[in-house]
């Protein structure tokens, strides 16, 4: 695999060791502090720098620091701490940031998130001018920069503060937290339990092996979280993955949540006292289209990516944004991508006259399906265009859209075709409001696309 495949749509990331080291990291340093000189709105003299509990984090944050340093930009560390508490302190003080993550990937990956000043992931267009530079190189400074380490305390307790300032909990709630071994309990832990609420913590102490779980919170790795929901007769659980920027839930009985419904659960108290469009992701469920329509509101489609999700809310003044992955921001809370200030929004809205399952079931019912087809990333765009080209010959392009991916919308259905912008991945997904037509569609799209993979 080339070194430039660590270059990706919304950050970079690869196997430590293998694609990316801290030779590697030490020039996108470099790179970084170079590319920042064109922001002539922002103090580029200062850049937060701080990272999850991965193994090869430190190593890999010290090389970058010091290509960084190298021109002559000043670097303030902030330590180890959830990526989201990161983002909220680097925005509140307009200063660039960058994390050292791979998020929800296994042990064995790492890589570098950037952020601007205005607490959004760096687009694509600029991650394409950080791998551009990096080829090409970037010119040496004449003076090198300051190092000094502030630690992870101050951007705690403030974000801890405003939380509990803004919000209060209708109910005193049992909930049971899942870390993961990661960042989250950092947070989340106390956050909660200053509320009022009673928490369960599992896997709470970090560890970069990860040894208790999958990092990615799916639903393969949420034995010991269900089973506790159900012990501790808890009405809800939350797991994060490893740097805690993407949350699902479970409601009492132990059932995932999906993000969709998630928004639904939001929406109906955030309408309550706001007004404004939502900003979804081209993955996610009628759900929400039906939620904003209740209260006159328009849900706007961005591609998938916490970056696009970011753009959408601050552009179109939203009062949610939500992806399908776990990523969500309520900007009136904190207008960053925000899982952990997600999860005490939800806690705080229940009341204890429903339980949350209760409540779905004023949810409208779709049938939903997913299925991931392995594509190397080095042929998955050029099978991407095979299939585009096949779905507009057979459909045209009346009902077809190509924001993200390839969709078809059906009378009462759709589809989705996309590649995952950081696994090697093809991803289909089905959404209908009878099964029959789910199953029609699954079966028609699984031909169409294994026909080109395989």
């Known amino acids: ?4 495949s660590i270059f990706r749509a919304y950050d970079v990331r690869g196997i430590y ?45 010290k090389s970058f620091v010091e ?68 080829v090409l190189g970037v010119p040496d400074s004449k003076r090198f ?51 009022g609420h009673t928490i369960i913590s599992l896997n709470s102490k970090p560890d970069g092996n990860f040894p208790n779980r999958k990092v990615d919170p799916n639903e393969d790795s949420l034995k010991e979280l269900r089973e506790t ?16 920027d993407r949350v699902v839930v479970l409601n009492e009985k132990g059932k995932k949540i999906p993000a969709d419904h998630l928004a639904f659960l939001l929406l ?24 904003a329509k209740q209260h006159s509101q328009k849900v706007i489609r961005v591609p998938v990516g916490d970056t696009y999700l970011m753009e959408g809310v601050h552009e179109f003044k939203a009062v949610l944004g939500i992806e399908k992955s776990g990523h969500a921001c309520v900007p009136s809370l904190v207008p960053c991508d925000d899982a952990i200030a997600i999860a005490y929004y939800l806690s705080c809205t229940l009341d204890g006259k429903m339980s949350i399952s209760e409540i779905l079931k004023q949810v409208p019912q779709y049938h939903f399906d997913r299925v991931n087809f392995p594509c190397s ?12 080209k096949q779905i507009f010959k057979k459909y045209g392009s009346e009902n077809t859209t190509t924001l993200d991916g390839i969709r078809v919308d059906f009378e009462n ?42």
């Open 1 to 4: 695999m080339s070194e430039l």
């Open 17 to 61: 060791g293998s694609t990316i080291n801290e030779t590697i990291c030490k020039k996108i340093g470099a790179v970084l502090g170079h590319f920042i000189n064109n922001d002539t709105k922002h103090d580029t003299s200062i850049i937060y720098v701080a990272r999850d509990v991965r193994l090869s984090s430190e190593s890999l944050q």
């Open 67 to 134: 290509g960084v340093l190298s021109q002559g930009k000043n670097i303030i560390d902030l330590g180890t701490l959830p990526l989201t508490v990161a983002a909220f302190y680097a925005w509140k003080s307009q200063k660039y940031l960058v994390y050292i993550t791979a998020s929800h990937m296994s042990k064995e990956w790492n890589g570098i998130k950037f952020f601007t000043p205005e607490g959004i992931g760096f687009s694509e267009p600029a991650n394409n001018e950080i791998k551009k530079l990096y």
């Open 145 to 195: 920069g300051d190092y000094s380490f502030l630690g992870n305390e101050k951007a705690i307790e403030q974000y801890k503060n405003l939380l509990l300032f803004k919000l209060t909990p209708k109910k005193k709630l049992t909930i049971v937290t899942d870390a993961g071994n990661g960042v989250a309990d950092f947070v989340v832990k106390d956050l909660f339990k200053k509320a």
């Open 229 to 244: 929901i159900s012990a501790k007769n808890a009405d809800m659980g939350i797991a994060f993955d490893g740097d805690a």
């Open 268 to 291: 109906k108290e955030i309408y309550k006292t706001q007004s404004g469009p939502v900003i979804a992701n081209v993955e996610c469920s009628y759900v929400v289209d039906d939620v």
């Open 377 to 388: 990333d080095d042929v998955k765009t050029m099978i991407m265009e095979k299939i585009r």
């Open 413 to 454: 259905s759709w589809i989705l075709i996309r590649q995952s912008n950081t696994e090697p991945l093809i991803r289909l997904t089905i959404e209908a409001k009878k099964q029959e037509d789910l199953t029609t569609l699954k079966d028609q799209f699984i031909q169409l696309i294994e026909k080109h993979i395989i």
